[in-house]
């Protein structure tokens, strides 16, 4: 994690260089949001998916880099005012504090176009017809078939009354579109055909549900100092969870039991895999 973290910061320091005229503080915004912070668990699963298949790192980092741009757009957005209206994020203020509301908006407008720029970049894959399926999928996760649409009902659910199917179907959307994207581009960029990415496919659900509880978790048990960002604000909005529709012990069984299954679903791979296994592993038992 420490290694993907540290390539992804590379990579952005590199593609955000901060231009010598007005742009700059576009690109500060671009770089205060990018760089720095956050666990970097998406573009490890892409890392991670694509060296089940013998991929070149330099292109599961890419494909982990085009993630973590969507990621970092949709977290600068659920930030703002007419959001979430947070203040703090990965341990320091979210952007549209940092700087204002208009260069927030598009510092993630400029992140999600740099998401398909990266993909349709050559360096990316040297097939193009690798590189229209990544930006295909890509869209498809990030776009109202995924996190975005997740978001719209997650905002419908601070007024309304959501049962567990619909708040899990709201994460499968969020979050775990994203996630299912991570291990579909591994497969993706190894040529695996679509019939054979059923394991990852049931993996990915799984562990982005797992992740999710924890999450929920985190916001009822968790501490600022080490979550990076404000907790308890899902009980203030009034939005339904994983924890407040199960509560914390059977939601923590629920996540254990997910993290379970995920693992199953590695069961035809072998050590090859074991860094997957661990991830899972992970996501219900960190504390930030």
């Known amino acids: 994690m420490e290694r ?36 970097r668990m998406r573009p490890l699963l892409a890392v991670a998916a694509a ?48 700087y204002d509301e208009c260069t927030a908006i598009l510092a993630g407008d400029s992140l999600h176009a740099l998401a398909f720029e990266v993909l349709a970049d050559p360096a990316t894959h040297e097939d193009p017809f690798v590189r229209a399926e990544l930006v295909a999928e890509l869209a498809r996760a990030a776009g109202p078939s995924g996190m975005a649409g997740g978001q719209m009902i997650d905002l419908a659910a601070a007024s309304g009354t959501f049962d567990l199917a619909a708040v899990t179907r709201l994460q499968q959307l969020k979050t775990g579109a994203l996630i299912g994207f991570c291990l579909e581009a591994g497969a993706i960029l190894g040529r695996v055909p679509a019939a054979g990415r059923t394991g990852l496919r049931g993996y990915a659900r799984d562990v982005g549900l797992a992740f999710q509880i924890a999450d929920d978790l985190l916001d009822v048990e968790g ?55 661990a991830i899972a592993r992970f996501a219900v038992e960190r504390d930030h």
Do not use: N, W
Not at 27 to 38: K, S
Not at 250 to 263: G, H
């Open 223 to 277: 501490e600022e100092a080490k979550t990076g960002k404000r907790v308890g604000k899902d009980g203030e909005a009034g939005k339904e969870t994983f924890v407040s529709l199960l509560g914390a012990e059977r939601a923590r069984q629920q996540a254990r039991l997910l993290v379970d299954q995920a693992l199953e679903h590695l069961q035809t791979f072998g050590s090859e895999a074991d860094l997957l296994r």
């Open 4 to 39: 993907t973290s540290a390539d992804i910061d590379a990579l952005f320091s590199t593609l955000l260089a901060v231009p010598p005229d007005p742009r700059a503080r576009l690109y500060e915004a671009m770089r205060h949001a990018a760089i720095g912070g956050g666990k």
């Open 51 to 98: 060296s089940l298949f013998h991929v070149d790192r330099s292109h599961a980092l890419r494909a982990g880099l085009a993630v973590e741009c969507i990621h970092v757009y949709s977290l600068i957005h659920d930030d703002l005012p007419c959001m979430d209206d947070d203040d703090l994020r990965r341990g320091k203020p979210t952007v549209h504090k940092a």
